[in-house]
């Protein structure tokens, strides 16, 4: 028998996204939101006022993380975090490219960028799974 996760309290979620305003519109703040909410699943009434609290206490400090010029995580890396879901399940659309040095030539997922570690068709498998892109 499974248990259901109880929702969080409407005023705690809209308190947590009113606070992801502060942060600049973008993947940032759409990626920040999605996980400050995701937070507040299956915590009680007391434990969820306490991280919405501090959600809106700190969302001056994200926002000069976000903004800030020494940023460890670039935007458009932001951007690549979120993983189509087949890239995430392995099924990925592979295509062949060139080093840009011209060394040699290599496979990269057209979808999630991921480079082929494997060698190619020539591996254990024999090719199986992976099909051109």
Do not use: N
């Amino acid at each position: 028998m499974s248990t259901r996760t109880p929702s969080p309290a409407w005023w705690s979620v809209a308190a947590t996204r009113a606070a992801m305003h502060a942060v600049p519109a973008g993947p940032a703040r759409t990626r920040w939101r999605r996980e400050l909410v995701s937070e507040l699943y299956g915590l009680g009434l007391a434990a969820q006022a306490r991280h919405t609290v501090g959600v809106l206490v700190r969302a001056p400090a994200l926002r000069a993380a976000v903004t800030s010029r020494d940023r460890v995580v670039e935007p458009a890396e932001e951007v690549a975090m979120s993983k189509p879901m087949k890239c995430h399940m392995g099924w990925h659309r592979w295509h062949t490219v060139s080093a840009e040095d011209g060394s040699g030539r290599f496979r990269v997922c057209r979808r999630c960028r991921k480079e082929d570690v494997s060698g190619g068709p020539g591996h254990w498998a024999g090719g199986i799974g992976h099909a051109a892109g």
